[in-house]
């Protein structure tokens, strides 16, 4: 759905009504009232005909054109718009619903809106759920669920079977995993000589996975194994209800954050992972689309010297923020649970734990937010039209 108008109310109910040109575009009108302009390069740029049929990839080169190239003529009917173009004897057709869905300027320019909705504390008695089989087996399922987590960033998987493979079964439904220097699947378990606090019985603060990565993991899933110990509740908190407030309550820490990069490294005896990012990052229209954070990963600051003080306020800004009881979401886990997330969104740590009573073992992977992505419009392309029905 674009601006309120479903693809089918545009084939069936809206035409043009009235082209003018303009001194280098067309200005359309619809019948409904809207309006909005299409470049002369724009419309010869996107003419069907400049597409590999098989690949839809295009092949018009710009430059095979001049800068100045503009209609001959043109006519529309109730479903196409017709151009003779001034150069090369060439013709092109644009279906009228196209030109609609992809109108860029006047009263239809078009702005993507974030999917993502935001949550506190509240959100433990809604988090969405779903069976194990369902998931593996019902595409159906596997979009709807799909569509939860990339609005809310946080679903829980029930009845896992307790095996290695099950993590990777469910991720997989998605496409194929991101591998880290700590390999394609991990397991989060107390280890002696651990490279990672991950691998310790301590308290486990809130985090984002790998900022010290050029690109950090998108979704992790953990799926618990076993949980025998005493205490190691997991802890969740959106970061982007944290970030509103904090925009609306501190615009200059904000902006401090969300300016300023700083290093995160991790190192042992076989890597040396090192990348600047800022903490809070935004998308082209201002929306916080991501945080990296992770104080244990966080290297040495090197700032300039006039921000590096009001930086340490921001940080520490958020860091209070982020231990609020009114954001944080506490779970224990138990076997055949698995918590999926958005890495790069919702921040996760635990409680510590006593090893000695019991063990626990998590098993991890990661699929990003590319292939996440892609397969939410394939399978949303799928449904559509039950979408559009309802």
């Not at 960033?153 to 993590?167: C, Q, S, W």
């Not at 979401?329 to 734990?353: C, E, P, T, W, Y």
């Not at 063990?359 to 399978?379: A, H, I």
């Amino acid at each position: 759905m674009l601006n309120g108008i479903t693809s089918r109310d545009l084939s069936n109910e809206i035409s043009i009504t009235n082209i003018t040109q303009q001194s280098n575009s067309l200005q359309i009108e619809w019948d409904d009232g809207h309006h909005a302009s299409f470049n002369f390069l724009w419309l010869r740029d996107n003419c069907s005909s400049g597409f590999h049929s098989d690949t839809q990839e295009r092949t018009f080169d710009q430059l095979s054109v001049g800068a100045d190239i503009h209609p001959l003529s043109f006519d529309f009917t109730d479903s196409q718009l017709h151009i003779t173009w001034s150069e090369n004897n060439h013709d092109s057709q644009f279906c009228q619903q196209w030109l609609r869905l992809h109108a860029y300027s006047g009263s239809l320019s078009q702005r993507p809106k974030s999917t993502y909705r935001s949550w506190d504390n509240c959100f433990l008695d809604s988090i969405p759920e779903v069976d194990n089989q369902a998931l593996l087996n019902d595409d159906r399922v596997l979009f709807e669920w799909m569509t939860e987590l990339d609005r809310d960033g946080l679903t829980i998987v029930r009845n896992m079977p307790k095996t290695d493979e099950a993590v990777v079964d469910v991720a997989e439904r998605i496409d194929y995993l991101r591998r880290t220097n700590f390999g394609v699947t991990f397991n989060v378990v107390s280890v002696p000589n651990p490279i990672n606090l991950a691998y310790t019985s301590i308290a486990l603060p809130l985090h984002t996975d790998l900022p010290n990565q050029e690109l950090p993991p998108g979704y992790q899933f953990l799926h618990c194994l076993v949980n025998a110990s005493e205490g190691g509740a997991s802890l969740f908190v959106d970061s982007l209800k944290v970030l509103e407030d904090l925009r609306s309550e501190n615009l200059e820490h904000f902006r401090l954050l969300s300016e300023y990069a700083i290093p995160f490294r991790f190192h042992d005896d076989e890597h040396d992972i090192c990348q600047y990012h800022p903490i809070i990052n935004l998308n082209t229209f201002g929306e916080i689309v991501e945080i990296k954070y992770n104080a244990h990963l966080a290297d040495t600051f090197d700032l300039p010297e006039e921000v590096m003080h009001d930086y340490y306020l921001a940080y520490r800004n958020l860091m209070g923020r982020l231990r609020e009881p009114r954001y944080t979401i506490k779970l224990k886990l138990q076997s055949g649970d698995m918590v999926v997330f958005d890495n790069r969104r919702v921040m996760h740590g635990r409680d510590a734990f006593d090893a000695s009573a019991g063990s626990r073992q998590l098993r991890g992977c990661y699929v990003d937010r590319t292939e996440f992505q892609s397969r939410l419009r394939v399978l949303g392309e799928r449904f559509k039209s039950d979408l559009e029905g309802s």
